[in-house]
């Protein structure tokens, strides 16, 4: 094996939360090192912005996992292909499509969209207020009596704002993908199915995990943004009660969630041969 091989963590981008320009691991992921063409690819064309939303996550979640799985596409292809129906399955269709209802349905993942519209709705509305703000800091920084560090309160402003934008549109599509192994543990028979149930709760934790990491994170920068801006309060506690709501429901269906170890972020041990070899690249 090479030292190139050895230098990615296993898995690590499967339970990260996607902040690839906030990451310490860009190095030892091969997502990252991948990351512009599946991007672009899981992107399709819809512009840059739509990074932020659902749809470019889930896409990218599967391709994510078709790789992992089974290496890339490319290497499918055979001259066997003829051998496959790719015609559609109507019962699968149809089970497939219950599946989704069942998850769109279920009550995190409604509260966890629910919380992304009126975060949405707050970052859209509160922008004049915002400004105005802003413009009594200006103000501020120009009088001779001030003594507080105007300049430190418009930065942490907005760092917790980009917090705020980036985990709430994260936080819906990896609840669902939470709930979604969850319901989907036990579907299945034959020797297959153990193994399969396995796999899906721990895909459950492990994405259990990175939302509640969102969550904690989306609540230390809505507790700043109450202090920094009392007028908010209100719509601001609002946003708190349903993460701790959803932080709640979560450690109580998945209980094995907040002990997932993630590769990488949260300690979990990278195999010696591979650390001894990452110091040779
Ligand atoms: S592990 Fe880090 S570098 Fe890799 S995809 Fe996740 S955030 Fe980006």
Redesign the pocket.
Same mark, same amino acid.
């Given at each position: 094996m090479t030292a190139q091989k050895h230098r990615f /963590?296993p898995g /690590?981008?499967n339970y $990260?939360?996607?902040? $690839?320009e =906030? %990451?310490? +691991?860009?190095r =030892? %992921? =091969?997502?990252?090192t991948m &990351?512009g063409e599946m991007e672009r690819e899981a992107r399709g064309d819809h512009p840059v912005e739509d990074a932020t939303n659902a749809a470019f996550w889930n896409g990218l979640a599967e391709k994510l996992r078709e790789t992992t799985v089974f290496g890339p596409r490319d290497q499918w292809a055979s001259d066997s292909d003829d051998d496959f129906d790719d015609g559609p399955d109507p019962e699968w269709e149809a089970r497939e499509a219950a599946h989704q209802e069942s998850v769109r349905q279920h009550a995190l993942c409604r509260l966890a969209m629910e919380y992304k519209q009126q975060a949405d709705a707050w970052l859209k509305s509160s922008n004049a207020d915002l400004k105005a703000h802003a413009q009594g800091l200006l103000d501020a920084a120009r009088s001779p009596f001030t003594r507080d560090d105007v300049e430190e309160e418009a930065r942490q402003i907005g760092e917790m704002i980009e917090v705020v934008a980036w985990y709430h549109t994260f936080i819906p599509p990896k609840m669902s993908r939470a709930v979604g192994g969850l319901l989907e543990r036990d579907r299945g028979d034959g020797p297959a199915a153990d193994i399969l149930r396995e796999s899906r709760l721990h895909d459950a934790n492990g994405s259990g995990k990175v939302t509640l990491v969102a969550i904690e994170r989306s609540i230390a920068a809505w507790l700043r943004l109450r202090d920094m801006l009392p007028a908010h309060e209100s719509a601001i506690l609002n946003m708190l009660a349903m993460l701790d709501r959803m932080r709640r429901g979560i450690r109580a269906t998945l209980p094995g969630a907040e002990s997932f170890r993630r590769p &990488? +972020?949260d300690g979990e041990p990278v195999p010696e041969e591979e650390e001894s070899n990452h110091a040779d690249v």
């Open positions: /963590i /690590i981008y $990260c939360d996607y902040w $690839c =906030r %990451c310490a +691991f860009t =030892r %992921c =091969r997502n990252f &990351g &990488g +972020f």
